[in-house]
């Protein structure tokens, strides 16, 4: 490397990630591809931090803020490499989970802000992003499937039934993200799954259509089976087959006590094949057929002492014919969680609602990164949950010079350094105590430790290569 600068240089690791996520998208020019992946590399670096900070020499600085100010550069082309190589991945996984769901980004209090929506009960501004995450049975999750962005528009004051059909509504959201995520490679089966939102009948025909399958939770007390029976009586009526156990949700803590705890649910469960009929009245679904379904209804039937009791009942294209078939069903529905966690990674960890971008497709971009970027931590709180708890695991999924230096601060080998003790340590950097009843570490203390961990990792690179440059760089 003779001659080479002896400026202090970004991470390798990091800079290979960047380049497997963000390197190659098609922008128009290639020196703007450039510029988001070296943009992409110093968000993940430090994430959570302004881009002045993050880029503080000042040509770096606006030549990010000209890529995420371009009206040329759309970000769902900046997001293909990454959605590339989460469907290869998932390709090789007899069953895959979509995980759908929505959330604002609430930028009320920002007045500067052009191309917004309103948000919430009308009164907000802000922007809708609807979401797909690619994520097995056991929850690890994949990557990012489809990502859009909406400025919804107040609803027109007298709006009469037909006038709402013959418009985009948000209800579109999901049957549009099953239609750009398109036909699903052979040998793997792609489930959606969605809250109670997603209960829509256009929907479910669409994944169909689409050799998709889904497990929906319903909304609607239907008619069912072309009869005046509606959905809720049905499985009220129905035999109970049997029960099972489901552990709701993640304890949360403020400062040293637990404000809300998950807990533990016995469901007893219910199921009955059924038949939606497509709605009477919407010339949309008029040429379409009657879905044959099967409901599947857990319900907790005595609850801890003022505590809402859980009632799930949920829509699937799968086949539940006896009591063996419905926990699975339940199970994938669980997992319907992890987005929610990972929109939390993206507002408190990567603190998109705080950007001083002043259009909201510039924040669109900008969120475009950071959406992958929110993913690395999540997946890196996955190490924790995997089944085998080995070395060999961890070596398949974590960098070399990552791992040492865990396994230095774990003070063990790095061939006995475990995916539970790797979370664990991460997690201690970032100020978790790890007492004996303390629930699972949460986003921000694995935010601050894996920050931690990569200055640390990005100065033993730049020392390896003090090193190797010799007297010219001293």
């Given at each position: ?111 500067g ?135 709701l ?30 709605p ?33 009942m ?6 539940v ?19 929610e ?34 993913l690395?931590?999540l ?7 995997v ?16 791992l040492?230096m ?69």
């Open positions: 490397m003779a001659g080479g600068s002896c400026a202090p240089s970004k991470s390798q690791e990091s800079g290979a990630w960047a380049r497997a996520n963000f390197g190659g998208a098609a922008l128009g020019d290639s020196r703007r591809s450039r510029r988001l992946v070296a943009v992409a590399q110093a968000m993940v670096e430090n994430p959570g931090m302004s881009l002045p900070k993050l880029l503080p020499d000042w040509s770096d600085l606006t030549g990010a803020y000209r890529l995420l100010s371009n009206p040329q550069v759309d970000p769902q082309a900046m997001l293909a490499p990454h959605t590339g190589l989460t469907r290869q991945e998932a390709a090789g996984h007899p069953v895959v989970l979509c995980v759908q769901d929505g959330t604002y980004l609430d930028f009320t209090l920002r007045t802000i052009a191309g917004l929506g309103v948000i919430g009960d009308g009164y907000g501004r802000g922007l809708l992003r609807h979401s797909a995450l690619a994520v097995l049975p056991d929850k690890r999750v994949l990557g990012v499937l489809d990502l859009a962005w909406h400025a919804l528009q107040a609803t027109p004051e007298g709006e009469t039934m037909r006038e709402r059909q013959s418009r985009w509504t948000r209800g579109f959201v999901w049957h549009e993200a099953a239609g750009r995520i398109g036909r699903w490679p052979a040998g793997s089966h792609l489930l959606h799954v969605g809250d109670r939102h997603c209960d829509l009948f256009r929907f479910m025909h669409e994944a169909l259509g689409l050799g998709h399958g889904f497990v929906v939770r319903a909304m609607h007390d239907r008619y069912v089976d072309e009869t005046a029976e509606r959905l809720w009586p049905k499985l009220a009526r129905q035999e109970v087959l049997g029960q099972m156990t489901v552990k949700g993640t304890p949360r803590t403020k400062g040293n006590r637990i404000k809300r705890g998950g807990r533990e649910a016995v469901l007893r469960i219910r199921i009955a094949p059924i038949v939606v009929p497509p009477r009245n919407d010339p949309r679904t008029q040429e379409a057929w009657p879905l044959r379904l099967y409901a599947v209804y857990p319900r907790e039937e005595n609850p801890p002492p003022g505590v809402e009791a859980v009632e799930w949920l829509l699937t294209s799968l086949p014919q006896s009591l063996e078939d419905a926990p699975r069903v339940i199970g994938y529905y669980t997992c319907r969680w992890v987005i966690e990972w929109h939390r990674g993206l507002k408190e960890g990567c603190r998109i609602e705080e950007s001083q971008l002043d259009e909201g497709q510039d924040i669109q971009r900008l969120a475009a990164i950071l959406s992958v970027v929110a690395r931590l997946q890196v709180r996955d190490l924790a949950e089944t085998s708890d080995t070395p060999a695991t961890l070596a398949l999924r974590v960098p070399p010079l990552f040492a865990v396994a230095a601060l774990a003070k063990v080998a790095p061939s006995k350094l475990t995916p539970r003790r790797f979370h664990l340590t991460v997690a201690k950097r970032g100020g978790y105590l790890a007492r004996k009843h303390d629930p699972r570490p949460g986003w921000k203390v694995l935010w601050r430790g894996w920050h931690d961990l990569v200055q640390m990792v990005r100065g033993a690179e730049l020392y390896q290569e003090l090193q190797n440059l010799g007297k010219d760089c001293v």
